[in-house]
T-cell receptor
Framework: DAGVIQSPRHEVTEMGQEVTLRCKPI?????LFWYRQTMMRGLELLIY????????DSGMPEDRFSAKMPNASFSTLKIQPSEPRDSAVYFC???????????FGQGTRLTVV | AQTVTQSQPEMSVQEAETVTLSCTYD???????LFWYKQPPSRQMILVIR??????QNATENRFSVNFQKAAKSFSLKISDSQLGDTAMYFC??????????FGAGTRLTVKP
């Protein structure tokens, strides 16, 4: 298996623009997570899905953030409009069950100027 | 609230010495798993060790071992015979049986030659 695949690896955008991050989880995994990594806060859980259904989105910082999982093999995290404080590394991860390892993508480094 | 606290933002250790990274967590659930992940400069997230909350015996993986104190909600990582390749960010995490997975802010470990 190719592992969790995220795209793009790097994204530079201007403030106010819409940004869409994409994730393909490992086939057969039932849960998908979106995290944001910053120096100050470490890995923050933004939202997670079980069987394509959003379970907890309390970590989504503002209404500017939204996430979807239309099927078991694809998820998106959208920021509209983007702001400089959204600059961070965004990770997607997936797992089969809670007692097994979560596998992470390589992350997307987002820079909003 | 489900939280993970790593109180040591940065640590350093001499090569071949032993170092212990601290982690405390808070959850009202009784069934969960605990993890330590390593993140080298490549940004890849690598599972180091896993502990089931119901097991009293501390997990061990080669040079890595944990001290799990369930009553105190403490889960420290001990690295023995530190190697230069151990230099990385280390994240403590737990996952509940609803797949809610939380991470701490991380500890940046530097192994000095």
């Amino acid at each position: 298996d190719a592992g969790v695949i995220q795209s793009p690896r790097h994204e530079v955008t201007e403030m106010g623009q819409e940004v869409t991050l994409r994730c393909k989880p490992i086939s057969g995994h039932n849960s998908l997570f979106w995290y944001r990594q910053t120096m100050m806060r470490g890995l923050e859980l933004l939202i997670y899905f079980n069987n394509n259904v959003p379970i907890d989105d309390s970590g989504m910082p503002e209404d500017r953030f939204s996430a979807k999982m239309p099927n078991a093999s694809f998820s998106t995290l959208k920021i509209q409009p983007s702001e400089p404080r959204d600059s961070a590394v965004y990770f997607c991860a997936s797992t089969r069950r809670f007692n097994t390892e979560a596998f992470f993508g390589q992350g997307t480094r987002l820079t909003v100027v | 609230a489900q939280t993970v606290t790593q109180s040591q933002p940065e640590m350093s250790v001499q090569e071949a010495e032993t170092v212990t990274l601290s982690c405390t967590y808070d959850t009202s659930e009784s069934n969960y798993y605990l993890f330590w992940y390593k993140q080298p400069p490549s940004r890849q997230m690598i599972l180091v060790i896993r502990q089931e909350a119901y097991k009293q015996q501390n997990a061990t993986e080669n040079r890595f071992s944990v001290n799990f104190q369930k009553a105190a909600k403490s889960f420290s990582l001990k690295i023995s015979d530190s190697q230069l390749g151990d230099t990385a960010m280390y994240f403590c995490a737990f996952i509940l049986n609803n797949n809610d997975m939380r991470f701490g802010a991380g500890t940046r470990l530097t192994v000095k030659p």
